[in-house]
């Protein structure tokens, strides 16, 4: 701006002396800044520092850092002792109460999010789950519905974060109902869940054309579930030895296997497995850098690990939508970390059609005339 003249020649734009000091916290300590304070001579442009914009009191750092212990466990009313124990004895407008109001804006973040537009995603995976967690105030253990997808980049990213009733059809379909009416309306190519009848069920009606992949860890546990213990360490090597073998054709003799061996003794096991037969080998036709992403909703587990963590740490939330929004916001805390896909660049071949089988590509030669 200093090239700006008045009609006299004279700059618009100058210094004019500084603002009144302002204490900041940092993560050194107490730091005191006057601002240089600039004036427009025909009041036309007003200026705000990007570096100390107005009111800032407290560094960006200091201002993750909160949401950081808030989420990693620590209770509101320990804030003031933790954050003291790291900023020093200047940790002032720290307290409680500041706590307590910064969880109102991640009520409102979370909101704001819920009605996002969905038009320019285009998810190839989704991985869905039900996580249940124990509030307070409230006599029922709510079902928190998630969604998580992959594009075609790649990249996982958080879609849905809803409040359901247990992990029913009309829950799923509901959330499922809503992300299209945003603009997600092309089917993903696989679908990722768990045994859940409701998620199925509703996939089918909104994305008939996407295919299933039931969760092998959970196929596991629900499997071993039905078995004596004495039994379990073999047959879990059995059942890892199905779903890690390099082709269909090794996976489905280890099932064989598997059903002779223990069909006689323990039908209610070889049924658990039985049942999902059609949806429980699906993911030889993808590419295998992917597998060890689409085989389960690991994804999604060790994500809510840790927000179980933080539920066990405070005995749990106080209300629905204070659980929904921690929930939003450790997930969206945790989605910068989360890996891109091994053979990302495979994606697009499959969006073009390219068949995969035994996680290889299916390469059709031409006939020559």
């Known amino acids: 701006m200093k090239n700006k003249k008045d009609d006299k020649g004279h700059r618009r734009i100058v210094r004019n002396g500084y603002l009144p000091e302002r204490e900041i916290q940092t993560g050194i300590g107490k730091m005191f800044i006057?601002?240089?304070?600039?004036?427009d001579k025909v009041n036309e442009i007003s200026f705000s520092s990007t570096i100390l914009p107005r009111y800032m009191r407290r560094t960006p750092s200091i201002d993750a850092l909160i949401p950081a212990l808030y989420l990693k466990g620590i209770s509101t009313n320990n804030f003031p002792e933790a954050l003291t124990a790291i900023l020093g004895d200047g940790a002032k407008g720290l307290s409680s109460t500041n706590i307590v109001r910064l969880k109102s804006f991640w009520e409102e973040e979370y909101k704001y999010w819920l009605k996002r537009d969905l038009s320019d995603k285009d998810y190839v995976y989704i991985w869905a789950d039900g996580i249940y967690f124990n509030i307070r105030l409230d006599k029922d253990r709510p079902c928190i519905l998630v969604i998580m997808g992959a594009t075609k980049e790649g990249k996982k990213e958080l879609i849905a974060v809803h409040d359901g009733f247990r992990e029913s059809t009309l829950s799923w379909k509901e959330v499922i109902l809503d992300l299209k009416r945003r603009g997600f309306s092309k089917s993903p190519l696989l679908a990722v869940g768990d045994g859940a009848l409701g998620f199925w069920k509703a996939l089918e009606e909104e994305f008939p054309k996407t295919k299933k992949q039931k969760c092998w860890v959970h196929k596991t546990a629900n499997i071993l579930d039905k078995m004596p213990k004495r039994v379990q360490p073999y047959a879990k090597s059995l059942i890892h030895a199905m779903y890690k073998s390099t082709t269909k054709k090794e996976a489905l003799s280890v099932y064989n296997t598997f059903l002779k061996l223990y069909s006689e003794r323990y039908e209610r096991a070889c049924k658990c497995l039985v049942k999902d037969f059609d949806n429980i080998f699906t993911f030889y036709d993808f590419p295998m850098q992917h597998?060890?992403?689409?085989?389960?909703?690991?994804?999604?587990?060790?994500?809510?690990?840790?927000?179980?963590?933080?539920?066990?740490?405070?005995?749990?939330?106080?209300s629905r939508t204070a659980t929904l929004s921690m929930v939003y916001k450790l997930a969206k805390s945790a989605e910068k970390c989360w890996l891109r896909l091994k053979g990302?660049?495979?994606?697009?071949?499959?969006i073009q059609?390219?068949?995969?089988?035994?996680?290889?590509?299916?390469?059709?030669?031409?006939k020559t005339a």
Not at 291 to 318: L, P
Request: aromatic letters at 8%; hydrophobic letters at 30%.
């Open 353 to 366: 059609g390219i068949t995969f089988k035994d996680g290889e590509e299916i390469i059709i030669e031409e």
């Open 344 to 350: 990302y660049n495979l994606i697009e071949k499959m």
């Open 34 to 39: 006057k601002k240089p304070r600039v004036k």
């Open 291 to 318: 597998w060890q992403h689409i085989r389960s909703t690991n994804v999604i587990e060790s994500t809510f690990a840790t927000i179980r963590h933080r539920t066990r740490q405070t005995k749990g939330c106080g």
